[in-house]
């Protein structure tokens, strides 16, 4: 094995598993809402007991992220709105269903970086947009009409995609943000917005339990957050193709357990929508590792570090490095002069 591809193992295997746990992510959620924490209250246990423990990043980050202004405030709150939907929409409707819905956010942020970002759209862009249309299609079925969402679960995992394309439409669209902040203020919103849900429909069954709340605890401690951590992590030392590639990965994992342990559906037309939304996201991913293009984040749900918020970080990283790399090269052969002088 080179020593480059020593360095990419171990962000490779961090994502890859991150990937793995998001894809049984609808394990906890379902097993709490089966406890009696459901719908907004679950979200605003998770997010609420997250940003807690974040409470000191908060706290070290509070310059970053005042400088983030209205940008990082809509971005983060719309991630935060995809966040709750996709939690809400793995617990009500069928995972992978669900699941694929979600991953045709690329399709979407390709459209909206044509429209807004006057982006150029290369051939395999192009392809991956209808393969993904294809998929859907395929998916939701031309029985009743119109391939459609037909249950709230498939609305929100759809609209849990469109948002969170429109969050990296933001991103990229104003100055370096990177994924601590994005995550951050995405966690934050989400927890708001679920105590704002809350007001409107009330936790049914009164008062939660104590150990319902510890579960949830556990669940925001040992699987939320670690799993936020593992991927920012490991999409640091890797390109965003490569990144965006190895997140396929939740589709597989998530079709697999919701087949074996729940009893879903997955047949020729959940199986052929699924292989169309996956073939469009593999392109994607290889058009972001052709080099001298700006690449499009397609982080999935539970990646509150988005990998637009990470280019952009780490791009400003890159210049700032070619920036001083001339300067220290000038003071070394500066020194050498004095030396043999």
């Known amino acids: 094995m080179s020593p480059v591809a020593r360095a990419h193992w171990p962000p490779a295997a961090a994502v890859a598993l991150s990937a793995s746990l998001w894809g049984l992510w609808w394990l906890p959620l379902r097993a709490l809402a089966d406890a009696g924490l459901t719908g907004p209250a679950l979200n605003a246990a998770l997010y609420g007991i997250a940003c807690v423990v974040l409470l000191p990043w908060y706290w070290r980050r509070r310059a970053r992220l005042a400088a ?158 670690p799993c936020t951590w593992l991927l920012l992590w490991g999409a640091r030392f890797l390109e965003p193709g490569r990144v965006s590639l190895l997140l396929l990965l939740e589709v597989a994992v998530a079709a697999i357990s919701a087949a074996l342990l729940a009893g879903e559906p997955f047949g020729l037309r959940e199986a052929a929508g699924c292989l169309l939304i996956l073939a469009a996201g593999a392109l994607e991913g290889a058009a972001e590792l052709r080099p001298a293009r700006r690449p499009l984040s397609t982080l999935p749900p539970g990646a509150p570090g988005s990998a637009c918020g990470l280019e952009t970080a780490l791009a400003a990283e890159q210049v700032e490095t070619a920036e001083n790399v001339p300067r220290a090269q000038d003071n070394s052969a500066k020194r050498e002069r004095r030396d043999t002088a």
């Open 68 to 225: 983030g202004g209205r940008l990082l405030l809509g971005a983060g709150g719309l991630f935060g709105a995809a966040l709750v939907s996709w939690n809400l929409a793995l617990i009500l409707g069928e995972v992978v269903r669900v699941t694929l819905l979600f991953y045709l956010a690329p399709v979407w942020a390709t459209l909206l970086a044509v429209a807004l970002l006057r982006e150029p759209v290369g051939r395999l862009r192009v392809v991956s947009v209808v393969l993904g249309l294809a998929g859907a299609a395929a998916l939701l079925g031309f029985a009743d009409g119109l391939p459609l969402p037909r249950s709230p679960g498939d609305w929100l995992g759809l609209a849990a995609g469109v948002l969170f394309a429109v969050s990296v439409t933001l991103v990229r669209k104003g100055e370096a943000t990177s994924g601590l902040e994005l995550t951050l203020v995405s966690f934050a919103a989400a927890a708001l917005l679920s105590l704002l849900l809350l007001l409107v429909a009330p936790q049914p069954g009164g008062p939660i339990a104590l150990a319902t709340l510890a579960w949830a605890a556990l669940a925001a401690l040992a699987w939320l957050l």
